[in-house]
């Protein structure tokens, strides 16, 4: 499997790694599918992080471990979903939006476990190259999807804060196709906010069914 962290080709003077690519196409789907409300984003999402956890290990060490627990929250998440009462007609979840307790709580467990993790890689500069930056993203990943195993509407609005950061931080760090798909990200990011919003306030009436499984 030494192919998967072999270069696919070059594009824009950036050299592509196979498992980049293969890992963040993967996730543009899960995310796809977290927007169309379908449990199966779960499975996909997981699958995604196995491989990028191949791409990112002993380079970015936070974003390598930051995809263990994209693996866990997603195995959390379909466990939630597949569980939740919260679901449609058309057995898709249902979206709301979080108690201004929960923001709040998720507000300080990210900025506590941003400046946590921060800490941990300055003490230990072999962990990441960017300290500061992947530590943001590493906690911010994982705030958005507890927020999206919960079904709140919120955690389009954190991915978006996390595109935001992981932009620059993968085209500084050489993987080149990683920024191009947090690009594409903020695109399904809008849409899906969007469409999440709406359905939330809707909530069970006929205007759900027809979704896409």
């Known amino acids: 499997m030494n192919w ?52 990112f290990f002993g380079h970015l060490t936070g974003s390598a471990g930051k995809q ?15 569980r939740s ?9 249902s979206p709301r939006f979080a108690t201004w307790r929960e923001r709040a709580a998720m507000a300080g467990a990210a900025a506590a476990g941003t400046v946590a993790v921060a800490l941990l890689f300055k003490a230990y500069p072999s962990l990441s ?21 919960r079904g709140m509407v919120e ?22 196709f990683s920024g191009f798909v947090y690009v594409i990200y903020g695109a399904l990011v809008l849409w899906g906010m969007r469409d999440w919003w709406l359905r939330s306030r809707q909530g069970t009436r006929p205007a759900l069914e027809g979704a896409p499984a």
């Open 4 to 55: 998967l962290n072999s270069e696919a080709f070059t594009a824009f003077d950036q050299h592509i790694l196979w498992s980049d690519m293969i890992g963040n196409i993967f996730g543009l789907i899960a995310l796809l599918l977290g927007g169309l409300r379908s449990v199966w984003n779960w499975p996909v999402q997981f699958l995604a992080g196995l491989i990028l956890f191949g791409a």
């Open 155 to 176: 955690f389009w609005f954190a991915w978006l804060l996390v595109d935001l950061v992981g932009v620059p931080l993968n085209f500084a760090n050489g993987y080149a």
């Open 85 to 93: 009462k919260g679901r449609s007609a058309d057995g898709h979840i």
């Open 129 to 149: 190259w960017d300290p500061w930056p992947d530590a943001y993203i590493f906690v911010g990943t994982i705030v958005a999807m507890y927020a999206q195993a």
């Open 68 to 82: 263990v627990i994209v693996m866990i929250v997603a195995l959390y998440g379909w466990w939630q979903w597949n």
